[in-house]
């Protein structure tokens, strides 16, 4: 028993010492922060009266502007100070905030966290001689004129990056305004699947402001071209091509960074070439292993005799001809049409390794004599053709079973 109660008179006189020494600290901290408050109203006794904050402080009086490009420039005066030691009775803040409404309701008035009696006026600012000039690359040209696209090309050695940024399009013909545009960009002849972009709007200038970035080496980009091909997406998810931009980087790099302008490359464009053109419809089937060529017509062609013209279609892997196929001889004229339809037997594996090769003929009349030579075409990959001819090749491996026409200028054979 004695034991116990010497426990309990420990125990209580331990809590007893615990609760005296919180109710110590309790009484040092109030006394402290009271300390503390004494010295913030005396600062506050000498600062000005600025309540609480809201915005920034902005004159908003038309009346004081002279001119549309010149803004006023006005200077509040010196703030009066307030002494917040002295409580105020009621009747003195009713009377302060009936004041401040009706200052608000002044024309003068201003939107903001400080409270000043009147404004002085010290000049304008002419808002003119710090307007930035608008850039003259990115204005799109008056309308009537050709499709345009507007890009940006740029390299980064460092990362070895090629950023390409896409801005708008100026000029899209009237069918295509209420359509949505959207744009196919490869790097040839490594990138065959293409990145599309979407533009953010309709009309004659869609916006795009997209941005992509292709990892290659420095060593492959005077090797590689830049495409971009604008479709025109209308009813039930039907495709239009409007034209495309074959931009080579060899040598295009100069002024990295710098807006570009280039004209789409369409197909309603009538204008012949000097050995005349070629029409070229192109299929691959994958699954068959087969491809289909259609040679539709011919415009504006040099004739050289009235005997006639073919076209002869062979299909090459490296430098051996595997087979040839020449349709039957048109009626001699400048636009013929052939509508030769053909097909060869090609590998998946031999798409970049193989190239036909269209020959436009004109029958000799002496049999043992070879055919006059009109002009030649190539389409192929990368080792056999360029631009066009090798957008085309890119686009029927890219969607295969689907057919992809498009015009070519002849070239004399080499």
Same mark, same amino acid.
């Given at each position: 028993?004695?034991?116990?109660?010497?426990?309990?008179?420990?125990?209580?006189?331990?809590?007893?010492?615990?609760?005296?020494?919180?109710?110590?600290?309790?009484?040092?901290?109030?006394?402290?922060?009271?300390?503390?408050?004494?010295?913030?109203?005396?600062?506050?006794?000498?600062?000005?009266?600025?309540?609480?904050?809201?915005?920034?402080?902005?004159?908003?009086?038309?009346?004081?502007?002279?001119?549309?490009?010149?803004?006023?420039?006005?200077?509040?005066?010196?703030?009066?100070?307030?002494?917040?030691?002295?409580?105020?009775?009621?009747?003195?803040?009713?009377?302060?905030?009936?004041?401040?409404?009706?200052?608000?309701?002044?024309?003068?008035?201003?939107?903001?966290?400080?409270?000043?009696?009147?404004?002085?006026?010290?000049?304008?600012?002419?808002?003119?001689?710090?307007?930035?000039?608008?850039?003259?690359?990115?204005?799109?040209?008056?309308?009537?004129?050709?499709?345009?696209?507007?890009?940006?090309?740029?390299?980064? =050695?460092?990362?070895?990056?090629?950023?390409?940024?896409?801005?708008?399009?100026?000029?899209?013909?009237?069918?295509?305004?209420?359509?949505?545009?959207?744009?196919?960009?490869?790097?040839?002849?490594?990138?065959?699947?293409?990145?599309?972009?979407?533009?953010?709007?309709?009309?004659?200038?869609?916006?795009?402001?997209?941005?992509?970035?292709?990892?290659?080496?420095?060593?492959?980009?005077?090797?590689?071209?830049?495409? *971009?091909?604008?479709?025109?997406?209308?009813?039930?998810?039907?495709? =239009?091509?409007?034209?495309?931009?074959?931009?080579?980087?060899?040598?295009?790099?100069?002024?990295?960074?710098?807006?570009?302008?280039?004209?789409?490359?369409?197909?309603?464009?009538?204008?012949?070439?000097?050995?005349?053109?070629?029409?070229?419809?192109?299929?691959?089937?994958?699954?068959?292993?087969?491809?289909?060529?259609?040679?539709?017509?011919?415009?504006?062609?040099?004739?050289?005799?009235?005997?006639? *013209?073919? *076209?002869?279609?062979?299909?090459?892997?490296?430098?051996? *001809?595997?087979?040839?196929?020449?349709?039957?001889?048109?009626?001699?004229?400048?636009?013929?049409?052939?509508?030769?339809?053909?097909?060869?037997?090609?590998?998946?594996?031999?798409?970049?390794?193989?190239?036909?090769?269209?020959?436009?003929?004109?029958?000799?009349?002496?049999?043992?004599?070879?055919?006059?030579?009109?002009?030649?075409?190539?389409?192929?990959?990368?080792?056999?053709?360029?631009?066009?001819?090798?957008?085309?090749?890119?686009?029927?491996?890219?969607?295969?079973?689907?057919?992809?026409?498009?015009? =070519?200028?002849?070239?004399?054979?080499?």
């Amino acid at each position: 028993m004695a034991d116990q109660a010497l426990l309990v008179a420990v125990g209580l006189s331990v809590g007893l010492l615990l609760l005296l020494g919180l109710m110590v600290y309790y009484l040092w901290r109030r006394k402290k922060k009271k300390k503390g408050r004494s010295q913030y109203e005396e600062l506050l006794s000498i600062a000005p009266s600025v309540p609480a904050c809201t915005a920034p402080v902005i004159l908003v009086s038309k009346e004081s502007w002279t001119r549309l490009s010149e803004i006023p420039f006005t200077l509040p005066p010196r703030f009066t100070s307030q002494n917040h030691a002295d409580p105020k009775n009621e009747e003195e803040k009713e009377d302060e905030e009936e004041e401040m409404k009706m200052k608000a309701q002044r024309p003068l008035a201003h939107r903001g966290s400080l409270s000043v009696r009147m404004w002085y006026p010290v000049g304008t600012v002419l808002a003119g001689l710090y307007s930035s000039p608008p850039l003259n690359e990115v204005v799109a040209p008056p309308p009537g004129m050709a499709t345009r696209l507007c890009f940006s090309v740029e390299y980064r =050695h460092s990362s070895e990056r090629l950023m390409v940024s896409l801005l708008r399009l100026a000029n899209l013909p009237p069918r295509f305004h209420g359509n949505v545009t959207l744009v196919e960009i490869r790097l040839l002849p490594d990138d065959r699947r293409p990145r599309q972009a979407k533009a953010r709007g309709t009309g004659p200038d869609p916006e795009f402001n997209d941005c992509f970035v292709f990892q290659v080496s420095g060593v492959y980009v005077p090797q590689s071209t830049l495409s *971009v091909c604008v479709l025109s997406v209308g009813q039930y998810g039907k495709r =239009h091509a409007v034209g495309r931009v074959l931009f080579p980087l060899e040598g295009e790099l100069a002024g990295a960074g710098r807006v570009l302008w280039r004209d789409l490359e369409t197909e309603d464009d009538t204008q012949c070439s000097e050995l005349g053109d070629v029409q070229i419809s192109l299929s691959y089937s994958p699954s068959l292993q087969r491809l289909s060529v259609v040679v539709p017509r011919a415009r504006g062609l040099q004739l050289l005799t009235d005997a006639g *013209v073919c *076209v002869q279609v062979s299909l090459q892997i490296h430098t051996q *001809v595997v087979k040839m196929k020449r349709s039957c001889v048109a009626n001699s004229e400048n636009d013929p049409c052939f509508d030769h339809r053909t097909t060869f037997k090609l590998r998946s594996q031999h798409l970049d390794e193989a190239c036909l090769r269209f020959e436009l003929q004109q029958p000799n009349p002496v049999r043992s004599e070879p055919p006059a030579l009109l002009g030649v075409l190539v389409l192929g990959p990368f080792m056999y053709a360029k631009g066009p001819q090798l957008q085309h090749w890119m686009d029927m491996v890219n969607t295969p079973q689907e057919p992809v026409q498009l015009w =070519h200028r002849l070239r004399r054979a080499t």
